[in-house]
């Protein structure tokens, strides 16, 4: 019996020094006027060394926070589980909020839209603080990002746009197109009226159409993930985008798994997306 508990309280010691954490912190961000919260997964040994490390981007969806792929996600124990086993290398997570419940009276989304400038918020101010602050090695070979849903769409724009920062991009169920947004009963313009003319004018299908010669080529320094539910009401737009990027000569993979638009699926693509992004860093 005693060597029994001795063995658990050995297992469970190993555990711990295995363990990442997350940590809660936070910018003052002038392009926004507000302050911005952000959660950061640290693996284990992160405090204990000075090496630079990879970072991802992990982006949350519509009506969820930064704290989504913590408190639904199950992030830190996926990611330490990958990181163990070999699967992942050691990175640095940023999930940074933007967004929240109340669609209507709340900024939601990754591009700049009115009163929300939120992509040049994204990469000239929290992208330079948090690399900064979490010894990033800061550059595009060690540098992913990926998202579900409204960050799904989020990671695409980012790497279509930005193509010389990120090594690769997997989004999970990502939200690609939009109709024109809809005014409230009095013809007032919500917060989410402004969401979705920013999906619209940020089309990642339109972007693919009118890509040049030069863009397509730049394209192609990205390694594209695309990976979306058999009964997700997203999966028509995913299916697109990925013939777009096929016609045009740019790779990407393509994954139909068994699932819906939920946390369920998304975990599930979790744990294919950190390895994806190990196996592109360098590159």
């Keep these: 019996m005693k060597k029994n508990l001795l063995l658990i309280a050995l297992c469970c010691i190993s555990l711990c020094a295995s363990a990442g954490r997350i940590i809660t912190d936070s910018i003052r961000s002038q392009v926004l006027g507000a302050t911005v919260r952000y959660n950061v997964y640290l693996p284990s040994g992160f405090d204990k060394s000075d090496n630079r490390l990879p970072f991802v981007y992990l982006l949350h969806g519509l009506t969820d926070t930064y704290t989504a792929w913590d408190q639904k ?15 992942s290398v050691p990175v640095v997570v940023i999930m940074p909020n933007a967004g929240g419940p109340d669609i209507n009276n709340t900024p939601n989304g990754y591009f700049n839209m009115s009163g929300w400038a939120y992509e040049d918020f994204f990469f000239n101010e929290l992208l330079p603080e948090a690399e900064r602050k979490y010894r990033a090695i800061g550059d595009k070979a060690h540098r992913a990002v990926m998202g579900l849903s409204m960050g799904g769409g989020g990671s695409v724009g980012y790497s279509q746009r930005h193509s010389d920062m990120f090594s690769s991009c997997y989004a999970m169920s990502p939200w690609l197109i939009s109709g024109s947004g809809r005014p409230g009963p009095n013809g007032e313009k919500t917060r989410m009226f402004y969401t979705m003319e920013a999906v619209k004018e ?39 985008l990925y013939k777009k990027m096929r016609l045009a000569g740019i790779k990407a993979e393509l994954r139909v798994r068994n699932g819906v638009h939920n946390w ?10 950190l ?3 190990s196996r592109n860093f360098d590159k």
């Excluded at 996926?78 to 163990?84: M, T, V």
């Excluded at 397509?216 to 695309?226: D, G, H, P, T």
């Excluded at 369920?264 to 997306?273: F, G, N, P, T």
Aim: aromatic share 10%.
């Design 73 to 87: 996600g199950q992030m830190r124990e996926i990611a330490d589980e990958l990181i163990e086993s070999g699967e």
């Design 202 to 240: 940020h089309s990642a299908l339109t972007f693919v159409d009118n890509a040049d010669d030069a863009v397509k080529e730049q394209l192609r320094s990205v390694a594209w993930f695309l990976d979306c539910g058999d009964d997700d009401g997203l999966l028509g737009e995913t299916f697109e």
């Design 264 to 273: 369920e699926y998304w975990r599930a693509s979790l744990r294919q997306a």
């Design 275 to 277: 390895p994806f992004a």
